[in-house]
């Protein structure tokens, strides 16, 4: 088989497995897989941000949230503990689940080696893959995710607004940064000023 065909046979299991999802979302008038619609939404940014990625980044990126609703928040206590613990677990529940399917689909174990780190979010700032993957991560929330969050949480005051604009700021590259900035995403136009002033002062 060749890499191309394997490369579409793993995208096509991705696909597949985010297109179990239960919950839906609807997007330009059409009803998607929740998952599903967010690893489209991953693709496209990877490819607007960093065209020239590689196979397995761009298996990486669909793999970000697959079949995230396996492993609900309410599973585990609705605290500070309980989250960070969901978080670790999460990664490496994508991480392996992403390895299941490249392995399935006949990669090797290099691909799925890289494609596992940078799924579970290992060494951020060090390992260029993960960053390339926060880097999406980070432009697909504040393009298509960061309104809606906001809708869900009116109580948070501008100082919590502020603090978490500037967390996911410094999670991004350079390269990133400049991305946001130039035009090349959809800012959240009600949330615009606020980002502003987070960057400012950051």
Known sequence: ???????EKAVALIDAANSEDPNKE???GKEWPKELLYSHRMADMLQRFAPDADDAMKLAIRSQHIQRWKSPRDAYPMDRIGYLQWRKDLYKFHAQTAADLLEQAGYGDDVIERVKQAVAKKQIKQNPDTQLLEDV???VFIEHYMLEFAGKHPEYSEEKWIDIVQKTWKKMSDAAHDFALSG?????????PLIQ??????
Do not use: G, N, R
């Not at 088989?1 to 490369?7: A, E, V």
């Not at 090349?184 to 615009?192: A, C, G, K, W, Y």
């Not at 002033?197 to 950051?202: D, F």
């Open 184 to 192: 090349s995403i959809t800012l959240p136009e009600p949330l615009i």
């Open 197 to 202: 002033k987070s960057i400012a002062t950051a």
């Open 26 to 28: 609807t997007a330009d």
């Open 1 to 7: 088989m060749s890499q191309q065909s394997i490369y």
């Open 137 to 139: 991560t980070d432009l």
